[in-house]
């Protein structure tokens, strides 16, 4: 009899030899034609050449930012001008401006578009003007809001606004408010360091309006805020 260990790890049985000198008839894998598991190592992975040697083939373009970056995906766009402390360009395209009739509502701030056939009846509220597609330095799109000169007069602050536009079409700049009582204008103030060129969202100025104002805008004086505003409802 063979006393079973009550101790220890189990030991592992050897079969006995057959008749004939072998096993119990099965052939133990032949070890020397294994094949070395995908994830290990070659042997010879020392003989491969090292990836640090020429470390010019790890380096990128310096346009990677503006071909191989991911563009970001815009959701909304305000309508509103330039901040104090903002450098700006203005799209040239002329296709990407735009005058139009707005109103801006007094309790929220909220900008309203208005249709030609209703802003004459609307005029007390209403007020015309250029948006022009705009981005700053930290690659924000909006709408700048300009207004339109009224005819037969002249307005500094309004005529030096679309001028700061008209130069912001081909260069950063800032638009300074000069309160000056003999200057009374916007002046374009240029960066001490011309920054990167914008990169201009793939829209369309239909898209960029949509996005800017979606539900906000008055096609019929039965609009709720043409209805406040003329008084027909409270």
């Known amino acids: 009899m063979v006393a079973k260990a009550t101790n220890g790890p189990e030991v592992n049985k050897v079969p ?23 994830d290990e190592p070659s042997k010879d992975w020392a003989a ?5 040697d020429d470390l010019s083939q790890w380096r ?15 959701t909304e766009v305000a309508v509103g001008k330039p901040g104090k402390q903002e450098f700006v360009w203005v799209h040239p395209d002329p296709a990407y401006r735009m005058d139009v009739a707005v109103i ?31 981005q700053n330095t930290q690659g924000v799109t909006y709408l700048w809001a300009v ?12 005529d030096s606004a679309h001028d700061c536009a008209a130069t912001a079409m081909n260069e950063c700049i800032q638009v300074y408010s000069n309160t000056s009582p003999k200057a009374k204008r916007y002046e374009p103030v240029r960066p001490l ?26 096609t019929t004086l039965d609009h709720p805020v043409a209805e406040k505003l003329r008084g027909v409802k409270f």
Not at 48 to 52: K, L, T
Not at 63 to 70: E, I, L, M, S
């Open 193 to 218: 360091n011309p920054p990167p060129p914008p990169e201009w969202p793939d829209l369309t100025l239909n898209q960029l309006m949509k996005l800017a104002f979606g539900s906000r805008y008055i």
């Open 60 to 74: 990128v373009r310096t346009d990677f930012r503006t071909t191989g970056g991911v563009k970001k995906t815009i």
């Open 48 to 52: 491969q050449a090292d990836p640090f």
């Open 147 to 158: 207004s339109m000169p009224q005819e037969g007069s002249s307005n500094s602050w309004t």
């Open 104 to 134: 801006e509502r007094e309790s929220d701030r909220a900008i309203y578009l208005v249709h030609p056939d209703v802003a004459d009846d609307l005029a007390k509220w209403t007020k015309p003007v250029t948006l022009y597609t705009t």
């Open 16 to 38: 006995m030899p057959d008749a004939g000198g072998r096993g119990n008839g099965v052939e133990p894998p032949d070890a020397r034609g294994a094949e070395a598991p995908d």
